[in-house]
């Protein structure tokens, strides 16, 4: 059993920044990848950002070079700061995670999503 919890959501004015956190628990052997989506409304969910167990990270095109996603081990938290934020960021955000359970199975747990608005 695996819980993700989420934070940091919130209204920001445009230009702006805002830092989301998601906070891994649970009987996880390894951590594989983990990665944030979004939701806009009348979209399609859409990768923002991964970061795998290597440290390799990507980036959605609209949001390369003002968002930066990173993650903490001792912790097992990830973290997306999100800097310069437009109103076209509005979204859920959701927190995604790729594993291996402590029975070597492979598990994908995904977050309640926390809600991003920018205004103009």
């Known amino acids: 059993q695996v819980q993700l919890v989420e934070s940091g959501g919130g209204l920001v004015q445009a230009g702006g920044s805002l830092r989301l956190s998601c906070a891994a628990s649970?009987?996880?052997?390894?951590?594989?990848?983990m990665g944030w989506y979004r939701q806009a409304p009348g979209k399609q969910r859409e990768l923002v950002a991964t970061?795998?167990?290597?440290?390799?990270?990507n980036y959605e095109d609209s949001v390369k070079g003002r968002f930066t996603i990173s993650r903490d081990n001792a912790k097992n938290t990830m973290y997306l700061q999100m800097n310069s934020l437009k109103p076209e960021d509005t979204a859920v955000y959701y927190c995604?995670?790729?594993?291996?359970?402590?029975?070597?199975?492979?598990?994908?747990?995904w977050g309640q999503g926390t809600l991003v608005t920018v205004s103009p």
């Open positions: 995604n995670l790729k594993s291996t359970t402590t029975r070597l199975t492979p598990l994908e747990v």
């Open positions: 970061i795998t167990s290597g440290g390799s990270t």
């Open positions: 649970g009987s996880i052997f390894r951590i594989n990848a």
